[in-house]
């Protein structure tokens, strides 16, 4: 079955600065990969969403990247701000409605 | 409603009771998924209803765990004789789409057992 490893699982920014969170997965089968965003004590909240026909995909301060032939899918933020600061879990999905997602990365944006 | 809404949003199970968790999923989705996240780990598969059928269970750890759907709205995940592997948040997500594109989660359920 499908596996998903996220790098790094902590990462802290001065505010304004970029992160970049980096997941792989393992079946060539997957072709649709959302991001999540929790924050302390809430549900994730589906911040962006890439499919396999699509190589990057913008929307405002943050993108996703896809490298299909390496298997692995990246998240970027641009110009961080402290409220950007959650834990970021990646996931993949072969097509249907099942996700597998990665453990998750704590950003911390330093003010 | 305007969001997937999940009850309780804590309970504390003493070792060997049951506990009943409900979701009320956005008004109209289809499709309505249980996810459990542990600790510091990312969310893990439990189950699947569209509408009021039960499509996939392969997540669902023992036959302790029990899900159902019956009028294809509310859902409700039952613990029976809980034990203290089963602390964790429970996730649950609707999606308007036969397939789980752009699932909203709720605030989840934070279950204790001591």
């Known amino acids: 079955g499908e596996n998903v490893e996220q790098h790094p699982s902590t990462l802290s920014v001065q505010e304004g600065d970029s992160a970049v969170i980096k997941c792989t997965y393992s079946d060539s089968a997957s072709n649709y990969f959302p991001w999540y965003k929790q924050e302390l004590g809430k549900g994730p909240q589906l911040i962006i969403d890439?499919?396999?026909?699509?190589g990057e995909k913008k929307d405002q301060r943050i993108a996703v990247t896809l490298n299909k032939t390496a298997k692995h899918f990246s998240l970027h933020i641009t110009e961080t701000q402290p409220e950007d600061s959650a834990v970021y879990f990646c996931a993949a999905s072969p097509g249907t409605y099942k996700y597998i997602f990665g453990t998750g990365t704590r950003l911390k944006v330093l003010a | 409603g305007a969001g997937v809404s999940q009850s309780p949003r804590y309970k504390v199970a003493k070792r060997g009771q049951d506990v009943a968790l409900r979701c009320d999923p956005i008004s109209g989705h289809v499709s309505l998924f249980w996810y459990q996240q542990a600790l510091g780990q990312g969310p893990e598969f439990l189950t699947y209803?569209?509408?009021?059928?039960?499509?996939?269970k392969s997540g669902l750890p023992s036959d302790r765990f029990f899900a159902e759907r019956p009028e294809g709205s509310v859902s409700t995940l039952k613990i029976q004789r809980t034990q203290q592997e089963d602390s964790a948040v429970y996730l649950c997500?609707?999606?308007?789409?036969?397939?789980?594109?752009?699932?909203?989660f709720g605030s989840g359920t934070r279950l204790t057992v001591v």
């Open positions: 997500a609707s999606s308007s789409k036969g397939t789980g594109d752009g699932y909203t």
């Open positions: 890439i499919r396999s026909n699509v």
């Open positions: 209803f569209q509408n009021e059928a039960q499509l996939d």
